[in-house]
């Protein structure tokens, strides 16, 4: 089961509607071993496609670098799909490389809701599990990207100039 | 010439689990032959059987892309810091028109 807070799934919602019709993509990192979503990361669609993301290599290493200094992990990794439901298709399944992550999809297809579902992915092997949204206030980390998320004018998401 | 390997989670079955280990080599190429002989199998996730290095792995020199740097031409020297990351990539994309753009950009190269 993946736990994550509102206010995250709240803006990892708006990113995949400011990005829509292009998939949007980033992480939602936590302390290592915690299983717990706490930063969440918005990252570049480098593909810039409305059917195939992809990180740009240089923020990839940039923000991994970041997570092993304070002792983080992708605990979330999760992208859009804009026309299709929020399943991973088999080009996600081929390119899963991050067997402890929860891979998160949203799909935007319908433009007054959205389907959020979460998935292991795991040599190959693609097995769904609930999403357990938390209220936020419960931790100060969730907290702290409460702001973050709720904050966009004051935020550079890295796609905010297309 | 020591050279610092960091190993993502999902290829550290090759390395008994390390997350880092050591090697070394004048390029990329020599270095990923010598890991693979230490780590049988390590580098057959990372280059292709026509010798390119795959398209959906970022292999680092530092703070650099190898793509920018010869791929595995890119020179090494004593005591630099080689970073492997899976890419993180995929979407609704068809699985047949994804593989022909990584063909494609393997022979590219």
């Known amino acids: 089961m993946l736990s994550i807070d509102r206010s995250i799934i709240d803006a990892i919602v708006a990113h995949a509607r400011r990005d829509h019709p292009d998939e949007a993509c980033g992480v939602v990192a936590g302390p290592v071993g915690s299983d717990t979503p706490t930063r969440h990361i918005p990252m570049d669609n480098a593909a810039r496609s409305m059917t195939f993301y992809e990180f740009d290599s240089m923020e990839h290493l940039r923000v991994w670098r970041e997570m092993d200094d304070r002792d983080e992990e992708p605990v979330v990794i999760y992208h859009s799909h804009t026309a299709t439901e929020a399943y991973p298709s088999r080009t996600d399944v081929s390119f899963a490389g991050e067997p402890g992550a929860h891979y998160l999809l949203v799909s935007t297809r319908e433009p007054d809701s959205e389907e959020i579902r979460s998935f292991r992915i795991v040599d190959g092997v693609v097995t769904e599990e609930p999403v357990r949204i938390v209220e936020a206030g419960v931790d100060p980390h969730a907290v702290q990207s409460y702001m973050f998320g709720q904050s966009p004018a004051t935020v550079d998401y890295e796609c905010s100039g297309r | ?109």
């Open chain 2, 1 to 109: 010439m020591a050279i610092e390997v960091r190993i993502p989670t999902i290829l550290r079955s090759y390395t008994g689990g390390a997350k880092v280990v050591d090697g070394t080599g004048d390029t990329l190429g020599d270095l990923l032959a010598d890991l693979d002989s230490r780590h049988a199998g390590l580098r057959g996730r990372l280059v292709t059987e026509a010798g390119a290095l795959h398209r959906f792995v970022n292999v680092y020199v530092n703070d650099e892309d190898v793509r920018f740097l010869g791929a595995l031409d890119a020179k090494l020297s004593d005591g630099d810091s080689v970073t492997i990351l899976p890419a993180v990539a995929g979407g609704a994309f068809g699985f047949a028109a994804a593989a022909a753009i990584s063909q494609h950009a393997v022979a590219a190269r």
